[in-house]
């Protein structure tokens, strides 16, 4: 089910544009444009569901199946992450910004904690950050497809 005003559900309805890695019958993987660092994507069921504990248990499960299989393959890729951070902001008291069930992986490069709490805390209101944003997660996306 989706729901109307979604941006995610507008998204997997084709109605918004979205920087799209995979989909299948249960969830899509998009490209954050609000990214932590190179690579950032967010699994996202099909479903509506604000909080994590509405999904059914295989949709739960197949996001977390999905977001491993994703968290390798941007290590595999030509971005080279070292690891990865596996993150769902439950409720907008959690700070989740839109209102449906999003799985971040947050590729990470070593040493990068002061770069990535700099973004985190300005990602939104950087203008400078959003300076051919969409070129370069256009390109990023591509070597992360090429991994799968």
Request: overall charge positive.
């Amino acid at each position: 089910m989706k729901k109307q005003g979604c941006i995610f559900c507008q998204i997997i309805e084709g109605n918004l544009p979205g920087i799209e890695i995979y989909r299948d019958d249960k969830c899509i993987v998009l490209m954050d444009i609000y990214p932590l660092s190179r690579g950032h994507i967010m699994v996202i069921p099909l479903v509506h569901c604000q909080f994590s504990h509405e999904l059914t248990p295989e949709i739960r499960s197949h996001i977390f199946e999905k977001a491993s299989m994703l968290s390798e393959a941007v290590c595999r890729s030509g971005l080279k992450a070292k690891g990865a951070n596996l993150l769902i902001n439950d409720g907008k008291d959690a700070s989740q910004h839109i209102p449906h069930v999003h799985l971040h992986v947050i590729p990470r490069y070593g040493k990068d904690l002061l770069p990535l709490l700099w973004r985190l805390l300005t990602r939104f209101i950087n203008p400078f950050a959003r300076i051919g944003i969409i070129k370069r997660l256009e390109k990023e996306a591509a070597e992360i497809r090429k991994s799968l």
